[in-house]
């Protein structure tokens, strides 16, 4: 009953992943049940692609679960071999690579409305799923410039920036870590 799209798809990859640690299939089971959900309400064409936010306002596509549903798509395909699932990962990825990431840069911008407008905003939330997702699909420049961008554009004195304690902006750094910290291990990258 949870309108937040994100919110569902970071329950969908708990699940996945605790089935895939246990193996307990009913995890996942309930994994693919409620990503099968969320893709259903929050997938369309409207912007060439993309997942909504919230549903069922479905006023803006935003990384925050793009990035996010890439990645539990991923987990499916890893845990059922659906090759649907590594589509819609490879889907949802795109859409947020075409419209949301500054190829030039390796910047993540938050969100696009409906009416076409793009917030730039980028955070380190995003910076992070969407290392994340590139390095369940193998993209690695792309994953490379993100993480680059983080590092070179959005941290002050070698330090990741300070969103405060309050809300769910003070987590964000550690999803960012998080990701990071997988690519690099996936990929065999040591820090400079």
């Keep these: 009953y949870n309108g937040y799209n994100d919110d569902d798809l970071w329950a969908v990859m708990v699940f996945a992943r605790g089935g895939q640690i246990t193996g307990k299939m009913a995890y996942c089971n309930i994994a693919k049940a409620n990503f099968d959900m969320v893709y259903a309400r929050a997938w369309d064409l409207n912007l060439g692609g993309g997942l909504y936010w919230l549903s069922p306002k479905n006023s803006s596509k935003n990384a925050c679960v793009n990035g996010p549903g890439a990645i539990a798509a991923g987990l499916l395909y890893q845990v059922y071999g659906d090759t649907g699932y590594f589509t819609k990962a490879t889907n949802i990825y795109a859409w947020e690579r075409a419209v ?32 994340g997702a590139a390095d369940f699909l193998g993209q690695t420049n792309d994953a490379l410039l993100a993480a680059n961008y983080t590092m070179n554009s959005m941290s002050g004195a070698g330090f990741m920036p300070r969103y405060g304690i309050g809300g769910n902006n003070s987590i964000f750094n550690s999803i960012f870590i998080r990701w990071l910290a997988k690519f690099m291990k996936h990929r065999g990258i040591t820090a400079p």
């Design 100 to 131: 949301l990431y500054n190829s030039g840069t390796g910047r993540i911008y938050d969100n696009i409305n409906t009416n076409g407008a793009v917030d730039q905003t980028p955070t380190t939330y995003n910076q992070g799923t969407f290392i």
